[in-house]
Every structure is written in C-alpha cells, then in structure tokens.
C-alpha cells in the first residue's frame, strides 16, 4: 500500500524557517518525480514544487523561489522542503504528493506562520 | 502558465441525478508524442487530502465507482457522476500535468440539492 506521511509542520513567527518532510512506503521511492502541493485554510490547491527522480532537477512556483527549497533522499524514501522567510500568507496544510500527475497524496501537515 | 478555469464554481444536485463539471485550459493539454492528455481529476472530500479519481483526462483511478467518468480532449475536458450518491460530496479539481509549473482549477464544490 502506498503511504505518504508528511511531518514537521507547525507554528512559526514570519521571517522563520521551518523542514517538512514525507516518508514515503508502499513503493519504489527513487523511480517516481515527487511534488509539494499547499492549501491555504478554506482556498483552493497550489502547486509548490516537484523534484526529479534523481534529484537531478527541481522546479518552483515563481513566487516561491528562492525561499523554498526541495530535496529527496533516495536511501531513506523521504521528501523533504525547506522553507525560509516565511510570510503569514505561507499558512497552509502542505501535502507531500507523489508524481507529476499526482496519483496519490499525503494526509498533509498543518504550517501556521503568525506572531 | 497553463491557466485551468472550471465551471461551474458550485453545483447542486439530487440524489440520483447527473453532475457535470467542466474544466477549459489555456492550452492544449493533448501530447502529439504519445497521444494522451496530461489531465486529471482530484476529489477532496470535506477535512481530508485530495483523492485522484481520473488520469489521462479519462482513465478512472482503480477503486473508483464508474458512476464517475470523464471525457475531453485538448482543452475541454468534462468530469461526470452519472448518478449521485451522498458520499460523492466534495471538490473536485481539475490538474494539468502537460507543463510546469503544474497548475489546478480553481475547484468545483458539489452539493446535494
């Protein structure tokens, strides 16, 4: 069965940082693309990032580069997004994704960025 | 960008009845390559993660009733529930896979009439 299991999120004062990651099971980790979707409380789905296979190359939303970073680690099945400088609009359930066409999803984790 | 616009925004329907859900992209979503429409529907029941329930603009996710179907072929695509049943409340999103950066409709709410 595959399992996509996000963990990290949580609350952060604008201008923090904080590291999701997505252990992934149930499949072979390294043969598939992987994507960070977000969802902003009562909004619609937001495309955040996808990563190669291999990791050989990542791609971004453009009003999110720079601060957003994503990475894999093949060995441990895990996705991983690094977000810097976070705004208060950056409040959303961040859900780990598996492929370009998604074909299954994560239960998501809860980023609240607020003073 | 590959805009995706959905339509319409909210649908109320009866049990039993038909749903329709439309979903247009600003280009074409049809492959010469391999002749497939990168296109899927994601179902997102209220407090749960999005579910897919169609890929390649008409495959349906295995385990999905085949009251759901789907058709449309570059830029025009339709999602269907044939009969509508109580746990078919939901959004239902429509996602281009053809180009990045990926992009969603902005969700259709399906209710009960």
């Known amino acids: 069965e595959v399992q996509l299991v996000e963990s990290g999120g949580g609350l952060v004062q604008p201008g923090g940082s904080l590291r999701l990651s997505c252990e992934a099971s149930?499949?072979?980790?390294?043969?598939?693309?992987m994507t960070w979707v977000r969802q902003a409380p009562g909004k619609g789905l937001e495309w955040v990032a996808n990563?190669?296979?291999?990791?050989?190359?990542?791609y971004y939303a453009d009003s999110l580069k720079g601060r957003f970073t994503i990475s894999r680690d093949n060995a441990k099945n895990s996705l991983y997004l690094e977000m810097n400088s976070l705004k208060v609009d950056d409040t959303a359930v961040y859900y780990c994704?598996?492929?370009?066409?998604?074909?299954?999803w994560g239960q998501g984790t809860l980023v609240t960025v607020s003073s | 960008d590959i805009v995706m616009t959905q339509s319409p925004d909210s649908l109320a329907v009866s049990l039993g009845e038909r749903a329709t859900i439309n979903c247009k992209s600003s280009?074409?979503?049809?492959?010469?390559?391999?002749?497939?429409?990168?296109l899927a529907w994601h179902q997102q029941k209220p407090g749960q993660p999005p579910k897919v329930v169609i890929f390649?603009?008409?495959t349906r996710e295995s385990g999905v009733p085949d009251r759901f179907s789907a058709s449309g072929s570059g830029t025009d695509f339709t999602l269907t529930i044939s009969s509508l049943q109580a746990e078919d409340v939901a959004v239902y999103y429509c996602?281009?896979?053809?180009?990045?950066?990926?992009?969603f409709g902005q969700g259709t709410r399906l209710e009960i009439k």
């Open positions: 994704a598996r492929g370009f066409g998604i074909d299954y």
């Open positions: 149930g499949f072979s980790f390294s043969n598939f693309y």
């Open positions: 990563i190669r296979k291999d990791a050989s190359a990542q």
């Open positions: 280009q074409s979503l049809l492959s010469r390559s391999d002749n497939k429409n990168y």
């Open positions: 390649w603009a008409s």
């Open positions: 996602q281009q896979y053809y180009s990045v950066p990926i992009t």
